[in-house]
């Protein structure tokens, strides 16, 4: 980074300080009693060779965006164990938005800009949507993950500019599950559907084990086990970065051996695709909005019947704990949210606990 500042003297005269700063080096710094001058010297700086023969260029002069995106997607975001899908459609976004840039030219001011782009844009998979706040801050984060990256491992600049945008508060999270009506709506819905598509058994699978729907996508019929004492479905390199294992009930069972039974495709996948002969795993997207459409679910999103899962199991007497363990979260807080729910369990615990040991 190179700039120019105007220093008056005690005589009342005006000189010209130039400062040029590197990444990993030294800042330089010079005055001169004419602009033109601090000009010229801070061209010569940037031409001039360091004591390693290095040329002193500047980094973030020299790498756009979308070179640091392409880096990343190429070397680092492999390591991750999870969301690498979701992460590449943020980077690829931002590619597409400022990619043209020079990595050092990009501000905190066009990056706030972006963000609300971001806001109001129709979303890309949901036309009758856009994104949403929390969403527009996983773009965010994503971002500021490659800025990191680009300044502590490569040293293309010296700062985050992502560090001083304001995010949008997310409260307290999404919490929205379905009634008995509407899980009954929902149901004879995609039952419609299940002799073109395998909607019905996905959807009863995620409601009965609290799945992400990139999870239940993967499943491999390997992961399956059905003929053990206890069946269950094992659901590997979920979020968190660990497999969880999920037991199934009787009509679970006996539907996934159905499924599976008539299944005609030579494939590794539990939902394949059928027009790639199962080379890839089953996209549901558009057969859900119109599922939801027409089962008229109001402010309802495929991620809901995890948290309806989630909610029946606290009503039914589940403690956090084990509703923790079902969803695979790593700790507790995640899961305060359904709390509320457990109160009617809980007073019962209390109840039996007070009439059977204080009764006095």
């Known amino acids: 980074m190179a700039e120019i500042r105007i220093r008056n003297t005690k005589k009342g005269q005006k000189k010209y300080l130039a400062v040029v700063r590197i990444v990993g080096r030294k800042t330089r ?22 004591n390693d023969g290095a040329s002193f260029l500047y980094q973030y002069k020299k790498h756009t965006m979308a070179e640091l995106i392409d880096q990343y997607i190429s070397l680092i975001l492999p390591q991750r164990k999870s969301q690498q899908k979701t992460y590449k459609t943020y980077l690829i976004w931002w590619k597409n938005k400022i990619g043209h840039y020079f990595v050092g030219d990009v501000s905190s001011s066009l ?53 001083k945008v304001k995010k949008f508060p997310e409260g307290k999270g999404r919490n929205r599950f379905l009634s008995e009506d509407e899980i009954k709506r929902l149901l004879k819905t995609c039952y419609k559907y299940s002799d ?133 979260h790593k700790t507790m807080s995640m899961v305060k949210r359904y709390a509320h729910l457990t109160t009617q369990s809980t007073a019962q615990a209390l109840y039996n606990m007070t009439t059977k040991y204080m009764n006095y």
């Open 196 to 328: 073109k598509n395998d909607i019905y058994l996905f959807v009863k699978l995620a409601l009965a084990t609290g799945a992400r729907y990139g999870e239940l996508q993967r499943l491999q019929k390997q992961d399956v086990f059905l003929d053990n004492e206890q069946p269950f479905v094992l659901f590997r390199n979920t979020k968190n970065g660990e497999d969880k294992a999920v037991a199934l009930t009787p009509e679970m069972t006996t539907l996934l051996k159905e499924h599976l039974v008539k299944q005609t495709l030579i494939t590794n996948y539990v939902f394949p695709d059928y027009e790639s002969k199962g080379k890839k795993p089953k996209n549901f997207t558009k057969t859900w909005q119109k599922v939801r459409k027409e089962a008229q679910l109001v402010d309802f999103r495929f991620h809901d019947l995890r948290h309806t899962c989630a909610s029946y199991l606290a009503i039914d007497g589940c403690s956090l704990l084990q509703i923790a363990s079902i969803l695979g």
């Open 111 to 163: 990056i706030a800009k972006c963000r609300d782009e971001l806001l109001i844009e129709p979303h890309p998979t949901r036309n009758d949507e856009h994104r949403s706040k929390i969403t527009v801050n996983r773009y965010l984060a994503c971002l500021s993950i490659v800025f990191t990256y680009a300044v502590n491992e490569l040293e293309w600049l010296n700062k985050n500019p992502v560090h």
């Open 29 to 50: 710094s010079k005055t001169f009693n004419r602009k033109s001058d601090a000009d010229r010297w801070i061209v010569e700086m940037e031409q001039a060779k360091l």
